[in-house]
């Protein structure tokens, strides 16, 4: 058990920021501290991918470089998961832009960024 | 081998390319938006049109590979008897409300752009046969949902966006864990070569940790409870004209995808066989049917009130799932095809009717729509013919996608699903009832001038008495009252606006004749992915 979560040390940093992420979007009061946690949330999906995309195996070769020349016992990354990633950022810098503009929206009719000054501004009205 | 697959890639680039026009002409000349986004929908229409007759006189489906890559890794669109349902639909639905928007609004350019984003994400998840392609299409859809939302009147709207937004972000990340999941135990991204990899994988850990991810994920898309708190605001503080859409395609097309990511690439077999899938999937279901309608039922708002409702219709379609995987029934996945595009079309029909009610009647809540039926005989008519269609009253729509799916729980020996079933069609009844009510039976209680432009909640007993004062504005509808209560809101409504909620009512009793139809349409795929 021990030796599997040293040998897959990068799945639990991923792990640990996938929770971190969410943390910070349940738990924090800020609104940009919110979307500044999805974002993390989506960072650890893009390392996820990254790091199985790595394959351990013999018989392998990153598609560019010919099977011939490549020395046995060596990592290769497969593409697709990068290209997968390439994809999900965009998406997420998508998303992050429409949400920033959603937050300055806000901040300039209530006047704050905090959820539970907002609560009590939108109550009131 | 005729072009007719080049169809496919054309539903999804038209729309995108489109959207950038309203914007580029929007320099030049003012008020292109509604003319491009009418013919780019009208076009879809006529392709998805062209698209369904091959696909069902083919009887097999329709792919395009993109690039010519190998599908391993490239991406792949398919039509099949599935998703041609839910193109025509999204298709139909777009056009539709654009009747709406020409005079309703929201106008401007980038309303247009977006508007045109949205279809093209909707028939992208409609059409896709790569899982994480789905994913991309899925964020496509929900940005232009955002913006769409954002963009109504009032700083609550940007407020519900963005917990739409944070909400719904993490719930596609979710879906995106589950994809990297079955990524890893199986190597490729394609929906089909996903079906044949997945009975055989070697570590089958990865791949139920990934059901588990994807359902999660979907949970949220499609708005169940509890997961669903984003959906009420969003629906309500969308623009008028914007709703109708929203609550008509988005969250079906997320359904959708789920249901196609279940039979299709998990199979039923492999998830029959996979421990608490199917309770856990029908449980999703049932407690979202129960709690959307109870939640419904309590809603002053009529839109809100609507909202709910889809809570509670969408839990019905997972449920169906759930019965599809728990008895491998295959009326029960009839049903739930019929149930979204049926719930798809009422909606549409319910919102463009409640927009224009606000709009012209400057009613919202369900006190509001008191006497409607004298003054506005036609608009009432079609909203109560698509209420009964909701509750399920034959020969609606509902009614169809319900019997099928209690049919299937019944056949399957899911006693408790078939109950709540039962139960749910009493609750929309109730909701439904108290706004026909009103409607019909409740005389308009604003004959007095003095009365505040701001909704008061009117108590409809105490205006028993004035039945004599109401009979006026059956003569002069709209205008009287608008005049009488003094307030500027009340806007001209053309007779298109009528008519398409007309037409959306008359839809959705056609299609309830049709359920036989569609049941054979389904036939083909159901012989390929369940048995």
């Known amino acids: 058990m021990i ?30 501290k919110k979307l500044i946690g999805v974002n993390l949330f989506q960072t650890a999906i893009f390392l996820f991918f990254i790091s199985m995309a790595y394959i351990d195996a013999e018989d392998a070769s990153a598609p560019i470089v010919p099977k011939d020349g490549v020395p046995l016992k060596v990592m290769v990354a497969s593409p697709l998961p990068q290209v997968i990633v390439l994809t999900a950022i965009v998406v997420g810098i998508a998303l992050t832009a429409v949400g920033l503009a959603l937050i300055i929206r806000i901040y300039a009719e209530y006047g704050t960024l905090r959820e539970d000054t907002l609560r009590e501004v939108r109550a009131d009205e | 081998m005729s072009s007719v ?24 000349v003012d008020r292109t938006g509604w003319p491009v986004a009418a013919l780019t929908t009208s076009a879809l229409f006529a392709g998805a049109i062209a698209l369904a007759s091959v696909v069902s006189t083919r009887g097999e489906a329709v792919t395009h590979t993109l690039g010519d890559y190998p599908r391993t890794y490239g991406i792949e669109l398919v039509a099949d008897q599935f998703s041609i349902l839910i193109v025509l639909l999204v298709t139909a639905v777009a056009t539709g409300v654009l009747v709406y928007t020409r005079q309703g609004g929201p106008r401007g350019n980038t309303f247009y752009t977006a508007y045109l984003l949205l279809t093209a994400g909707l028939l ?15 964020e496509i859809t929900s940005l232009a949902t955002y913006a769409l939302v954002a963009s109504g009147d009032g700083p609550e709207a940007a407020v519900a966006s963005l917990k739409y937004l944070i909400l719904g972000t993490i719930a596609a990340s979710m879906y995106l864990i589950g994809v990297a999941f079955v990524f890893m135990a199986t190597g490729t991204l394609n929906m089909l070569e996903l079906a044949e990899a997945i009975p055989g994988a ?9 059901v588990a991810f994807i359902v999660v994920g979907f949970a949220v898309k499609v708005a169940q409870w509890p997961l669903h708190t984003w959906q009420p605001s969003a629906y309500q503080q969308a623009p008028d004209g914007v709703t109708p859409l929203i609550a008509a395609l988005v969250s079906t097309a997320s359904a959708y995808a789920f249901g196609r990511l279940l039979v299709t690439v998990f199979g039923v077999e492999y998830l029959t066989a996979m421990p608490n899938a199917a309770a856990v999937v029908l449980t999703i279901g049932c407690v979202s049917v129960l709690a959307g309608t109870i939640l419904a039922v309590i809603q002053t708002e009529v839109k809100r009130m609507l909202a709910y409702s889809s809570v509670s219709q969408f839990g019905l379609v997972i449920a169906a799932y759930g019965v599809v995987i728990a008895g491998s029934s295959e009326t029960a996945f009839i049903g739930a095809a019929i149930h979204l595009v049926g719930h798809g079309l009422v909606k549409a029909g319910l919102f463009l009717g409640v927009a224009l009610v606000a709009r012209s009647y400057d009613a919202r809540t369900v006190d509001e729509y008191a006497g409607l039926a004298k003054s506005r005989p036609i608009v009432a008519g079609a909203i109560a013919v698509l209420l009964l269609s909701l509750v399920g009253v034959p020969p609606g729509v509902g009614f169809v996608g319900k019997w099928y799916i209690a049919l299937g729980a019944v056949q399957s020996e899911l006693w408790p699903v078939a109950a709540v079933i039962f139960l749910s069609t009493m609750l929309t009844l109730a909701y439904a009832a108290r706004l026909l009510e ?31 004062d109401a009979e006026p504005t059956r003569d002069e509808p709209g205008a009287a009252i608008a005049a009488i209560r003094g307030d500027r809101s009340a806007a001209p409504v053309s007779t298109g606006m009528v008519a398409i909620v007309v037409l959306a009512a008359i839809g959705a009793v056609a299609l309830g004749f049709s359920g036989g139809t569609i049941a054979e349409l389904l036939d083909p795929f159901l012989t390929k992915v369940i048995n």
Do not use: C
């Not at chain 2, 697959?5 to 030049?28: E, F, H, K, S």
């Open chain 2, 202 to 210: 070697e570590s089958q850990t990865l791949l139920h940790t990934g």
């Open chain 2, 124 to 138: 992208g998840i409609s059409l896709t046969g790569d899982v994480f392609n789905l994913f991309v299409f899925l």
């Open chain 2, 438 to 468: 009103k409607m019909y039976f409740t005389p308009p209680a604003r004959a007095d001038p003095l009365h505040a432009p701001a909704p008061v909640a009117t108590d409809g007993g105490n205006a028993g008495s004035d039945e004599s």
């Open chain 1, 3 to 32: 030796e599997s979560l040293f040998s897959h040390y990068t799945y639990v940093l991923v792990f640990v920021l996938l929770g971190l992420g969410i943390y910070m979007v349940i738990a924090s009061k800020n609104l940009v």
């Open chain 2, 5 to 28: 697959d080049l169809l496919l890639p054309l539903l999804i680039a038209v729309p995108i390319l489109a959207a950038t026009l309203p914007i580029a002409l929007g320099l030049w």
